[in-house]
């Protein structure tokens, strides 16, 4: 089989991003994603507005997104803090915005290998070139490759990459619901062990997503009981429970969610969104930062001839970016979770509000046009 100029794995917004602007400047791109568009995914669907200038730009911005102006939290006990968000987002199901991009890709001409995993990459030096083994037992050969496999893929265990082997605590959990609650705010409520997230989507449906304890669902044998017992001693987010109209059937569900470090680039392979590292979901930006991040290496890819000017210069850009604002990220979560932190959490937001905005502002970026 001929040489393909560039493949990417995983079709998230990572890897439709960067897709879709190679694809636009003439590059020949092949996407190759387990799945097939359009699904559901575990995501609190709240988008931040750095990369709103850019999708409009680029003819990427969804149709009907819920603007979203007003940050609320609400501590273990129950008290409220509200602020107004600096930049702002909007609210999208990644079951909508992930098929529009799908869709925007087919347009400029990427070929999509749909419900197919990729396995393995092997790279070849001299000239560098690469192997892409995948599970229909076809092995690709490709000039480039991009990897944008989000958080955790069973590619990241073939490719030896360290994190792999640590278990994490974490599950996450979402649902969509309809609910009598304000559309333009993205509420962050906590609970034992974890925090939920509730804004609205789409067509008046509300996104409810919680990062939880792994340990909790072990204990209490099931999400409902679990939700009982630790959600609900918030009673905020009882009331939310009690009141919404569940529109799955049972809740998207995940686990092994990993904060640790990871390389923006692993043996010549340039790493994309969580698959280069994952910023802790209560900032709200790792779409913002899987969307960055597919711009960069497409400017890279576009800017230089030599594979080993374009990894640097994406290593470089990624870490100049992105390196300090996933660890606030994950320094932010601590006040998270647990009675006495989240309460100065609340008490911050209501007493300091310039301070709370500045944590804020550091894992944020600029405009992104
Ligand atoms: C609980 C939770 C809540 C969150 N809430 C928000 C939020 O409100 N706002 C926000 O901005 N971010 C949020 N995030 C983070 C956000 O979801 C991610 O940062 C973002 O989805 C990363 O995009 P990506 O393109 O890197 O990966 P993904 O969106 O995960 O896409 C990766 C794709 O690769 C495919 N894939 C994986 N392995 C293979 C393989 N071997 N072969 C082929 N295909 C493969 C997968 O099927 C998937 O489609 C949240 C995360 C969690 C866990």
């Known amino acids: 089989m001929a040489q393909k100029e560039i493949v990417i794995i995983g079709g998230g917004l990572a890897g439709l991003v960067s897709a879709y602007l190679l694809a636009k400047s003439g590059k020949k791109v092949w996407v190759i994603e387990k799945k097939s568009y359009p699904f559901h995914r575990v995501c609190g669907e709240y988008v ?41 987002g909007f609210g999208i199901s990644r079951y909508s915005f ?77 649902y969509h619901v309809r609910l009598d609650y304000d559309t333009d705010t993205v509420a962050l409520h906590n609970f034992e062990g974890g ?20 340990a909790a669902l072990k204990k209490f044998g099931n999400i409902p009981a679990m939700e009982r017992e630790v959600l609900f001693k918030n009673p905020r987010l ?11 059937d049972k809740p998207e569900v995940i686990n092994e969610i990993n904060f640790s470090n990871k390389n923006p680039v692993e043996n ?36 230089y001839a030599n594979h080993l000017d374009i990894e640097q210069a994406y290593s470089l850009a990624w870490i100049s970016t992105f390196k300090q604002r996933l660890s606030i990220g994950r320094g932010v979560q601590k006040l998270f979770g647990a009675s006495l932190a989240s309460d100065f959490a609340v008490s911050l937001v209501n007493y300091f509000p310039f301070f709370a905005r500045q944590i804020m502002k550091q894992t944020h970026g600029e405009d992104l046009v």
């Open 98 to 174: 992930d098929h529009f991009l799908y869709l925007r890709c087919k347009e400029v001409g990427v070929h999509f290998q749909l419900q197919t995993q990729a396995l393995d990459v092997k790279v070849k030096k001299m000239p560098l070139n690469f192997s892409v083994f995948l599970d229909t037992g076809e092995v690709w050969d490709a000039g480039l490759v991009l990897g944008a496999f989000g958080k955790r893929s069973r590619i990241d265990k073939a490719m030896n990459r360290p994190f792999i082997e640590e278990r994490s605590a974490y599950i996450g959990v979402k």
């Open 238 to 248: 009882k009331a939310i429970f009690e009141n919404g109209e569940f529109l799955f």
């Open 268 to 303: 010549h392979v340039l790493m994309l969104g969580d698959a280069a590292g994952m910023i802790t979901p209560l900032c709200g930006n790792g779409m913002a930062i899987a969307i960055q991040t597919g711009r960069m290496a497409a400017a890279s890819v576009l800017k």
């Open 48 to 88: 931040s507005n750095e990369v709103k200038p850019f999708l409009i730009k680029e003819g990427l911005f969804p149709e009907n997104p819920t603007a979203i102006t007003k940050f609320r939290l609400s501590s273990l006990s129950g008290k409220i803090a509200e602020l107004p968000l600096d930049m702002g």
């Open 195 to 214: 925090y939920c997230g509730i804004n609205a989507v789409e067509n008046g449906i509300f996104n409810i997503c919680y990062l939880g304890e792994r």
